[in-house]
């Protein structure tokens, strides 16, 4: 009697860890299929919820059938559900980029999967329940046993997921890893079951477990070389690189004939090389030259290195900070040969000192120069010229702002369209408060506000939040051929009259070399034709209120 009973004990503590296991896993799946979501049909806040809505309401259907399956089916059940976990979960990612890239239905194919892991999970309690329920003494330490294990899994699965899988797997990996580990739950059940005689001797199991273990092992060994066939018919040009951060996908495309490179961030472009000065000189160029000093430049975003490279043009900047999320934006920018090639080699030249992190920290303060290659008879070395003092900081913008104390003279933020939430807060009036605070007197910045034809009601928004905050604006605009019309605004403190920045503009000239902006061609830029700066909608963005993430995601992009 007292060895039935240790029997029944390990049992009890078998299931309750598999059920600790299948937790961790369940979240990590529905995590992986809300994180896919937001990827592929973008609004993280939509995507998310309907993920997680569908998947609990599937998850109550798969409690409804357990009802109907009979006792002895229970343990047969368990090792099928975990090894449907296996297959479903580790290759849905895959089998659902593939779908958006081949056909016009992959949102069939995403919700699909949502769905069945959700009936899986759904499953996966009551029936471990109810096998535990002949290993426990009550019906209440059995709830309590089974459902803490869960709640406890769930939590240390979204543990993993945040700070190992997003951080240092791609999507398509972290999922066949999972995958492995619910299948690894149904051998364990199998091999303890059969042992003690609870299961029917046969080869339909074995089989299966057998064939389920090569797929998930074949699918793992080559998940990253599918990534790249995969992704490629997402792109209209040869991929050079692909790679997903723990904030984002990066990939760079080269069409050889015409040496066109693009970057592209969550497959959205972010610039192509042989158009990109007629985005990036409007950005930087009018505002360097309208403000009476330029010593100190603050750069949101920009971690390509192109505005950097326009900025540095002028030998009165003393000090530059750029302050980018993306380390590895950042990091690329200033090691792969092609990005090297578009930013001018800019990191290397400013001698880069990067200050990685959450906080803010003093950093390393370097004085830094550049090799002019002009010898002169009395000396060995080439002589040097004092370039700039330039900073980099891979940190949230808004966090950066709430931290740091200073002023600079030009604040240049060209942080990417507000798409998701992460970034609608970077458009939002109290993150232009803050920019405000930060912004000398006598300073002016420029916002990158996206297409003011394409996106008409967004770039409207993004002024009218400028203002909110107590900046006087000026919108101008110009046509990028890879964007189409594309915006900005200029903006300054409400103590400089719209007067003088327009006779500032009247004189403009640009004194360093450019291969596109010209005074005239900025001047027309500030020209919108009849009633495009006209609109009967009145909001601005907050944080509590994000009305641009919605405007920018079902009202924008779609011409009339």
């Known amino acids: 009697m007292t060895k039935k009973k240790s029997q029944f004990n390990f049992a009890s503590v078998l299931l309750c860890a598999c059920m600790f296991a299948s937790g961790a896993c369940g979240i990590i799946l529905e995590y992986i299929q809300a994180s896919l979501a937001s990827m592929i049909l973008g609004n993280s806040f939509e995507q998310w919820a309907m993920v997680i809505g569908l998947m609990l309401f599937w998850m109550g259907f798969g ?36 779908s958006y890239g081949y056909t016009a239905h992959y949102s069939l194919v995403l919700y699909f999967f949502v769905s069945f892991i959700g009936i899986m999970i759904g499953l996966e309690i009551p029936v471990i329940i109810r096998i535990n329920n002949d290993f426990s003494k009550e019906l209440s330490t059995n709830l309590g046993n089974i459902l803490s294990a869960d709640y406890l899994g769930s939590l240390i699965g979204s ?15 972290a999922a066949f890893i999972t995958a492995g580990a619910n299948f690894f739950l149904a051998f364990i059940t199998f091999i303890y079951f059969s042992k003690k005689g609870l299961l029917k001797k046969g080869l339909i199991i074995p089989v299966i477990m057998v064939m389920t273990f090569s797929a998930v092992c074949y699918g793992y060994l080559n998940n990253r070389q599918w990534n790249i066939k995969i992704e490629q018919p997402l792109y209209d040009d040869p991929i050079i690189l692909s790679k997903t951060t723990q904030y984002q996908h990066i990939a760079i495309t080269h069409y050889k004939p015409f040496d066109e490179v693009r970057l592209f961030l969550n497959g959205n472009l972010q610039f192509c090389s042989t158009d990109e000065q007629r985005y990036h000189e409007p950005m930087v160029h009018p505002v360097m030259n309208l403000v009476p000093i330029k010593t100190r430049i603050l750069i949101l975003g920009g ?42 080699d800019v990191f290397k030249d400013a001698r880069l000192v990067t200050i990685a992190g959450k906080g803010i920290s003093p950093g390393i303060n370097k004085r830094l120069y550049i090799e002019t290659n002009k010898k002169k008879y009395s000396e060995k ?44 807060k970077l458009y939002a009036k109290e993150f232009y408060k803050k920019v405000k605070q930060h912004l000398s007197q006598h300073g002016l910045m ?35 051929p890879s964007f189409g019309d594309w915006g900005w605004y200029l903006a300054w403190h409400s103590n400089i009259k719209r007067e003088k920045i327009l006779g500032k503009i009247e004189h403009i ?19 919108f034709g009849k009633n495009e700066l006209k609109t009967a909608n009145k909001q601005i963005n907050t944080i509590l209120h994000p009305t641009l993430l919605s405007i920018y995601n079902h009202e924008s992009w779609l011409l009339e």
């Not at 543990?159 to 990996?173: A, D, G, H, K, Y």
């Not at 003092?389 to 702002?401: E, G, P, Q, S, T």
């Open 446 to 480: 420029v916002v990158q506000a996206t297409s003011p034809y394409l996106a008409k009601e967004s770039f409207l928004c993004i002024g009218r939040t400028i203002e909110s905050a107590g900046l006087t604006t000026l919108p101008f605009h110009e046509n990028v």
């Open 63 to 98: 409690s409804l059938i357990q009802a109907q399956i009979s006792k002895k089916y229970l343990i047969y059940t368990f090792i099928a559900v975990e090894t449907g976990l296996a297959l479903a979960g580790g290759f849905s990612p895959t089998l659902t980029y593939i």
């Open 381 to 424: 070395q080439p002589e040097t010229q004092k370039l700039a003092d330039v900073k980099v900081m891979n940190v949230d913008a808004d966090k950066f702002l709430s931290t740091v104390k200073g002023f600079w003279d030009v604040i240049i933020i060209d942080m990417p369209d507000p798409s998701t939430p992460e970034l609608t």
């Open 159 to 173: 543990f993993i997921f945040v700070f190992i899988f997003l951080r240092f797997t791609p999507i398509t990996e």
């Open 509 to 527: 000239n640009f004194n360093v070399p450019t291969r596109f902006i010209t005074p005239q061609v900025f001047k027309s830029e500030l020209v």
């Open 303 to 344: 971690g390509d290195g192109c505005v950097l490279r326009e900025v540095l043009k002028y030998k009165e900047v003393k000090e530059v900070l750029l302050v980018d999320l993306d380390p590895e934006i950042t990091r690329l920018a200033k090691t792969h040969p092609v990005l090297k090639r578009i930013n001018q």
